[in-house]
């Protein structure tokens, strides 16, 4: 059974000044989850370490680096699934909490729900004895300077998402030895958006899924449009009818920039090991590793080749 890791730093207009940065550290991601891959671990284990080694570089918008609200604060989501029992579990407008995507496998595996918001998402981590940090260790000054320079333009964040406003989210979704698959989605959200506003990441179907039967999502992108298509189900709807995971995505992209004007991403991967990894905003930062092959991409119909160590 082969074994694959892809993962996402998020589909918007990266700036050339963080592009070289972007990418390392979604290469960094992939090969880190590709080590517990390799050490025999599950999907599930691989989705989580690749996502909290995103989560704790402050290039990407979830965790450390994440962007800002409107109160200039930070509220975080995240979620995680797994493919064998469809359990899953999420976090929405969690704060002080640098690694989300593990508090989101603590409601999966703790508790009998799917996901907790806000306070109660923070009280469950005080209760698990989660560290939790202070605000200013999560925001960059990068950021900070952001906020300020962006604050007064609030409205119209959609129109604005493919500009450098948008700042999105990382993910991952991988399959184990065992043919198991999971994925995981963590993101700080849009700039500025309104305080409490939850996005697609932590909403099972929009920001991720996973199902044994047909695959692993994981999606970027302009998050009220990727809720309107529920697009991490829709992708795979799609598989489930015959098509491949790469037709897959970009059909339901294309269905979401035709029905809903939403431009976004999405890696998935299949119970076989087949992977995409697509988007429709100007750039995606994305990894995949498969058979000690490191692959990746920042534009457009670009895919790069590493060979890894065995
Ligand atoms: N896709 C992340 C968000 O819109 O919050």
Redesign the pocket.
């Known amino acids: 059974m082969k074994a694959v890791i892809v993962v996402h730093g998020g589909a918007w207009a990266i700036p050339d000044e963080i592009s070289k940065a972007s990418v390392d550290g979604v290469k960094a991601a992939a090969c880190e989850g590709f080590s517990v891959l390799k050490r025999g671990g599950s999907a599930l284990d691989a989705v989580e370490a690749a996502v909290r080694a995103m989560e704790d570089n402050t290039v990407f918008d979830a965790g450390h680096g994440a962007v800002l609200n409107s109160d200039g604060e930070v509220e975080l989501?995240a979620i995680i699934m797994d493919g064998r029992t469809l359990a899953s579990g999420a976090v929405s407008s969690v704060k002080n909490i640098a690694n989300p995507v593990s508090l989101a496998r603590a409601v999966m595996e703790k508790t009998d729900h799917i996901m907790l918001t806000g306070r109660g998402a923070n009280l469950f981590a005080e209760r698990i004895g989660m560290v939790t940090v202070p605000t200013e260790t999560l925001v960059t000054e990068y950021e900070r300077k952001e906020w300020e320079k962006h604050k007064k333009y609030v409205s119209g964040v959609m129109e604005l998402f493919n500009s450098q406003w948008g700042h999105?989210?990382v993910g991952a979704v991988a399959v184990d030895c065992s043919g198991n698959v999971a994925c995981a989605t963590s993101?700080g959200?849009?700039r500025n958006k309104m305080v409490g506003r939850v996005?697609?990441?932590p909403i099972i179907g929009s920001?991720g899924y996973a199902d044994n039967l047909s695959g692993a999502v994981s999606?970027?992108?302009?998050?009220?449009s990727?809720l309107k298509v529920t697009l991490a189900r829709l992708v795979l709807s799609h598989v489930e009818q015959g098509k491949e995971v790469a037709d897959a995505v970009d059909l339901s992209l294309r269905y979401m920039g035709d029905r809903v004007h939403g431009a976004?991403g999405a890696i998935t991967v299949s119970p076989s090991g087949e992977w995409a990894a697509k988007f429709t905003t100007e750039r995606m930062a994305w990894a995949a590793v498969e058979h000690d092959v490191l692959w990746y991409g920042l534009d457009p119909n670009e895919k790069f080749k590493e060979q890894l160590s065995q």
Do not use: L
Request: charged share 20%.
């Open positions: 989501d999105d989210t993101t959200g849009i996005g697609d990441s920001g999606c970027t992108g302009h998050g009220e990727i976004g």
